[in-house]
């Protein structure tokens, strides 16, 4: 199951949960005396909604505990199912996956690290044509997750594709890497590449460097 329905189902449960306890509070209150009712609204109403805000508080430090731990499971997951897949197709999406779901940050994917570093490289290298132009992007950027400099001249190479969202992505790559021996080039596309998307992404790499 992925992470977002399991965190779908999450949020179901827990309207149900809140909308039956909001009908039973009415049904009971409806059966208390006009008397009963006085009181608890001097002096149990405060109270409870003391308590509210009391749970409100604790759910809000919960509920990231709970966000890294689903996270981290689904992480988990889909690093066992890399591990296992043959198929380069679907060994590719779950590379993707992998990044994704980890918030594109290396931490916890240093296990499949290598692994991840030659598939995508293998990918920006061989998926060519217009068609797959998509595919090429991503792995570049997802390259620049990894923290690994060896792969600094095949993304700057790429900054020099023929489709604007690959050498947008490739400036995205080296951002994350802060490869500062990509700054002068960096620097010519933000100022040269006809797309502004591209120098925007380039624009922000070079920033990035420091």
């Known amino acids: 199951m992925s992470l977002r329905s399991q965190t779908g189902q999450a949020n179901l449960t827990a309207i149900l949960i809140v909308v039956g306890a909001i009908v039973t509070l009415v ?13 608890l609204v001097e002096q149990a109403v405060p109270i409870a909604l003391l308590g509210l805000a009391a749970a409100a508080v604790l759910w809000a430090t919960i509920r990231p505990i709970l ?6 499971r ?10 296992r897949e043959t198929s380069p197709d ?15 940050r ?5 296990p499949v690290a290598p692994a991840l570093k030659a598939i995508f490289t293998t990918t920006l290298q061989k998926a060519l ?26 993304l700057l190479k790429a ?36 797309d502004q998307t591209v120098r925007s992404r380039a624009r922000e790499a070079w920033e990035r460097l420091g």
């Not at 290396?106 to 240093?110: R, T």
């Not at 044509?129 to 400099?149: E, F, N, T, W």
């Open 27 to 39: 049904w009971l209150w409806k059966r208390l005396s006009p008397e009963t009712q006085d009181v």
């Open 67 to 72: 966000r890294r731990r689903r996270r981290r």
């Open 74 to 83: 689904e992480r988990e997951r889909l690093m066992a199912a890399f591990q």
């Open 90 to 104: 679907k060994r590719l999406d779950l590379a993707f996956a992998l990044i994704e779901v980890n918030d594109y």
């Open 106 to 110: 290396l931490e916890g994917l240093e």
């Open 129 to 154: 044509g217009d068609k797959q132009h998509k595919i090429r992007g991503m792995a570049a950027s997802h390259l620049g997750v990894l923290q690994d400099k060896s792969v600094v001249p095949l």
């Open 159 to 194: 900054l020099e594709d023929d489709h604007a969202y690959v050498r947008s992505c490739a400036a995205l790559g080296l951002g994350r890497l802060r490869a500062v021996e990509a700054r002068d080039k960096l620097a010519e596309v933000m100022k040269e590449d006809w």
